[in-house]
């Protein structure tokens, strides 16, 4: 599969299908595991984009992970300039939420924004459930599924497979998320393509009313309740993949 070898590390990346380029932004230390609830239903209809942030899964670092959101942001032009894709639709949930945001800032591809579990300002990140987040274990899914999604001891353990082979080693992990904690987006006015905005109701690790600020923030936003925690969007995938995929093609009619 494809790698783009820059200076300090090589990205790994995958595209399948044909058709518009979606690009999926991991949250933090997740691999594209975390992908796969949204992958199947857009990929067909949609050439569909993922990779490791730096540190993560197959893309090697070789000096420490930075924790600058500029420099993954650059990582993501760096991706989509090696694989030729001119225009780009972003789904990004968590930190990827906020590098979909600064690179929407400082790059020209993007054709449309979709936003999870996402602020304007890292300060609106529970340190605590994220902290809770990076342990291993059944307890670090607790901020991102209902009780009634965790009893399904079966399913649970393939996650924290995936986990154990694709997330960002400890040190990449902390710097991912000191990278989102310290990201503000000083002038979402700037941000003018269409952008829906998700978000699980009773998340612990970014309050919904911080996604409803995101949504008003953005010229065109639009936000849309999930019930669920943080990883809403995988605990009612159907009704995501649905939200999606419309919004997508209503962008693509415009």
Same mark, same amino acid.
């Given at each position: 599969?494809?790698?783009v070898?820059?200076?300090d590390?090589?990205?790994?990346?995958?595209?399948?299908g044909?058709?518009?380029?979606?690009?999926?932004?991991?949250?933090?230390?997740?691999?594209?595991?975390?992908?796969?609830w949204?992958?199947?239903?857009?990929?067909?209809?949609?050439e @569909?984009?993922?990779?490791?942030?730096?540190?993560t899964?197959?893309?090697?670092?070789e000096?420490?992970? @930075?924790?600058?959101?500029?420099?993954?942001?650059?990582?993501?032009?760096?991706v989509?300039?090696?694989?030729?894709?001119?225009?780009?639709?972003l789904?990004?949930?968590?930190?990827g939420?906020?590098?979909a945001l600064?690179?929407?800032?400082?790059?020209d591809?993007?054709?449309?924004?979709t936003?999870?579990? @996402?602020?304007?300002?890292?300060g609106?990140?529970?340190t605590?459930?994220?902290?809770?987040?990076?342990? @291993?274990?059944?307890?670090?899914?607790?901020?991102?599924f209902?009780?009634?999604?965790?009893?399904?001891?079966?399913f649970?353990e393939?996650?924290q497979?995936w986990?154990?082979k694709?997330?960002?080693?400890p040190?990449?992990?902390?710097?991912q998320a000191?990278a989102?904690?310290?990201?503000?987006c000083d002038?979402?006015?700037?941000i003018?393509?269409?952008?829906?905005?998700?978000h699980?109701?009773?998340?612990p690790?970014?309050?919904?009313?911080?996604?409803?600020?995101l949504?008003?923030?953005?010229?065109?936003?639009r936000?849309?309740?999930?019930?669920g925690?943080?990883l809403?969007?995988?605990?009612?995938?159907k009704?995501?993949?649905d939200?999606?995929?419309g919004?997508?093609?209503?962008v693509r009619e415009e």
């Open positions: 599969m494809p790698v070898s820059i200076e590390c090589s990205l790994y990346y995958e595209a399948h044909s058709g518009p380029t979606v690009v999926f932004l991991n949250d933090v230390g997740y691999g594209a595991w975390l992908w796969g949204q992958h199947p239903a857009l990929c067909g209809p949609f @569909t984009l993922v990779f490791d942030p730096r540190g899964g197959r893309s090697v670092v000096n420490g992970v @930075t924790d600058d959101i500029d420099v993954f942001a650059r990582d993501v032009e760096r989509l300039s090696a694989h030729g894709v001119r225009r780009v639709h789904v990004g949930t968590g930190f939420g906020t590098v600064a690179y929407a800032h400082q790059y591809r993007v054709r449309s924004l936003l999870m579990g @996402t602020a304007l300002d890292g609106r990140v529970s605590d459930a994220l902290e809770l987040m990076g342990d @291993t274990g059944r307890s670090s899914l607790e901020p991102c209902s009780e009634a999604f965790l009893e399904h001891a079966e649970i393939r996650i497979a986990r154990e694709e997330d960002a080693d040190a990449a992990w902390q710097a000191e989102w904690c310290g990201f503000s002038a979402p006015y700037e003018t393509v269409p952008a829906l905005v998700l699980g109701v009773e998340d690790v970014v309050p919904v009313e911080a996604s409803r600020e949504a008003d923030g953005l010229p065109n936003g936000f849309v309740e999930l019930a925690k943080h809403a969007f995988i605990e009612s995938s009704h995501v993949n939200e999606i995929i919004f997508l093609e209503g």
